[in-house]
């Protein structure tokens, strides 16, 4: 696809390099923003922005613009520090671990269908109505930005945000211990009262 576009080896390098660099800064900015938003808004805004990228793949017209594209796609996928913070503050310790098995699962799939779909989707050539082309090269930003359009819906319908501050394990922690403290005092202050 790059090669198609004019870019170079070393250009192609760059496209490879800006996916990571874009992970990179997104997952700590988009956990920050968990911490201080919740994951509903972030999920929204950073499938927002894959989306976009992988349109921005499928249209691309320029090597720069792959470049930006999969930036922007790296970035988004920074949200995969987010979605182990969600299960962890929405499980409680016997559902944590069944639930993480789940995701890494999910993820190892990922990354076995993923290369095989695109090797499918390679065969594919078609040119649609308005000049829209659908081969080899565009078709996986095309199929990827329609599983991420069933995402944000998915992330619409189904995620909740909940207080972290009022949920969060060492809050509750000390709301028990002071009630027992609590307690504590209140029977001592009885005993004090009643007669030996």
């Known amino acids: 696809y790059i090669h198609s576009l004019g870019g170079s080896k070393v250009f192609f390098g760059l496209v490879v390099t800006s996916y990571s660099v874009g992970q990179l800064a997104g997952n700590p900015l988009l956990e920050l923003w968990y911490t201080r938003r919740g994951a509903r808004e972030v999920y929204l805004a950073s499938l927002s922005l894959c989306l976009g990228g992988n349109i921005l793949y499928a249209f691309a017209e320029s090597k720069y613009s792959l470049l930006v594209a999969r930036t922007v796609i790296g970035f988004s996928s920074g949200n995969g520090s987010v979605g182990s913070a969600y299960a962890a503050h929405n499980t409680n310790d016997y559902e944590r671990a069944r639930v993480f098995s789940?995701?890494?699962?999910?993820?190892?799939?990922?990354?076995?269908?993923?290369?095989?779909?695109?090797?499918?989707?390679?065969?594919?050539?078609?040119?649609?109505?308005?000049g829209i082309r659908v081969d080899q090269y565009t078709a996986p930003g095309f199929f990827y930005a329609l599983l991420v359009s069933v995402s944000i819906v998915m992330v619409t319908t189904m995620v909740e945000d909940h207080p972290l501050a009022a949920d969060e394990p060492g809050v509750e922690a000390k709301s028990a211990t002071e009630s027992e403290e609590g307690d504590a005092v209140e029977a001592t202050a009885v005993e004090t009262k009643v007669p030996g």
Not at 103 to 121: D, K, R
């Open 102 to 130: 789940y995701m890494t699962v999910a993820q190892v799939l990922g990354f076995i269908v993923g290369p095989a779909t695109a090797s499918g989707l390679s065969l594919l050539h078609l040119d649609l109505p308005g």
